[in-house]
């Protein structure tokens, strides 16, 4: 059994292997709320284009009513035009024009129906795509609601392991406590058993006197790891 200050220590490693794996759960959740914000922009990046693949084709089928608009008027002068004329070569020649817009409005027409039943097509694509991609939206905004309640619980649980851990350290000596502070800055965890004359965190071979350490039963000596540093206790296991 460790005497009374490893078990000490072994306490307050325990108690501040909680408040470590709170900080660092706590740490995570502005990334994981960036990537849930970054999911709903996306989102919505998906309905703007949707959105706007509908409003080109309404753009296009409007220029193409201007159009058509405008070779009708075309139309209406040019046999007002030919109803005036004497000559008959510029009756002829008006009859082409008249041919001809007659024509080009009666393409523009036909482009106007392959455009109109695009919109429709993309009316329904939008209509089915804004519904999933809202429906995803509402999910991911349920996600953020939880990571808030989530983020304020780790924020109170994370007070409470700071007491504990500063309740466990209470009492400890104080060179004991430089000891396990100054291990602790560089590796985790702290206080490890030696079984086997190898230290259980870096599992390399320690020297008699680190041994002998570990096995005393005097409060002021610890063992310490000749290669990591780490508080050793002794482990017959």
């Given at each position: 059994?460790?005497?009374?200050?490893?078990?000490?220590?072994?306490?307050?490693?325990?108690?501040?292997?909680?408040?470590?794996?709170?900080?660092?759960?706590?740490?995570?959740?502005?990334?994981?709320?960036?990537?849930?914000?970054?999911?709903?922009?996306t989102e919505k990046t998906?309905?703007?284009?949707?959105?706007?693949?509908?409003?080109?084709?309404?753009?296009?089928?409007?220029?193409?009513?201007?159009?058509?608009?405008?070779?009708?008027?075309?139309?209406?002068?040019?046999?007002?035009?030919?109803?005036?004329?004497?000559?008959?070569?510029?009756?002829?020649?008006?009859?082409?024009?008249?041919?001809?817009?007659?024509?080009?409005?009666?393409?523009?027409?036909?482009?106007?129906?392959?455009?109109?039943?695009?919109i429709d097509e993309a009316?329904?694509?939008?209509?089915?795509?804004?519904?999933?991609?809202?429906?995803?939206?509402?999910?991911?905004?349920?996600?953020?609601?939880?990571?808030?309640?989530?983020?304020?619980?780790?924020?109170?649980?994370?007070?409470?392991?700071?007491?504990?851990?500063?309740?466990?350290?209470?009492?400890?000596?104080?060179?004991?406590?430089?000891?396990?502070?100054?291990?602790?800055?560089?590796?985790?965890?702290?206080?490890?058993?030696?079984?086997?004359?190898?230290?259980?965190?870096?599992?390399?071979?320690?020297?008699?006197?680190?041994?002998?350490?570990?096995?005393?039963?005097?409060?002021?000596?610890?063992?310490?790891?000749?290669?990591?540093?780490?508080?050793?206790?002794?482990?017959?296991?």
């Amino acid at each position: 059994m460790p005497h009374a200050v490893l078990t000490q220590l072994l306490v307050v490693q325990d108690r501040d292997a909680r408040r470590r794996q709170l900080e660092q759960q706590l740490a995570a959740v502005p990334g994981d709320r960036a990537q849930v914000q970054k999911a709903i922009a996306t989102e919505k990046t998906a309905i703007d284009d949707a959105r706007n693949e509908l409003r080109e084709l309404e753009t296009k089928r409007k220029l193409m009513e201007t159009e058509i608009g405008s070779a009708e008027t075309k139309l209406a002068k040019y046999r007002t035009q030919q109803l005036s004329v004497k000559k008959n070569e510029e009756y002829q020649a008006l009859g082409k024009e008249i041919d001809t817009t007659a024509a080009l409005i009666g393409a523009l027409e036909e482009q106007e129906l392959g455009v109109m039943y695009q919109i429709d097509e993309a009316k329904k694509r939008f209509a089915a795509a804004e519904a999933v991609l809202k429906g995803n939206i509402a999910q991911h905004d349920a996600r953020l609601a939880t990571l808030a309640e989530r983020e304020k619980n780790l924020a109170s649980e994370l007070v409470e392991a700071k007491a504990a851990v500063a309740a466990a350290r209470t009492g400890v000596p104080e060179l004991s406590v430089r000891v396990y502070d100054r291990v602790a800055a560089r590796q985790w965890p702290v206080v490890v058993p030696l079984r086997g004359g190898k230290c259980g965190g870096c599992h390399l071979k320690v020297s008699s006197e680190a041994e002998s350490g570990s096995r005393s039963a005097d409060p002021l000596k610890l063992g310490t790891c000749d290669q990591c540093g780490r508080v050793l206790y002794w482990d017959a296991n």
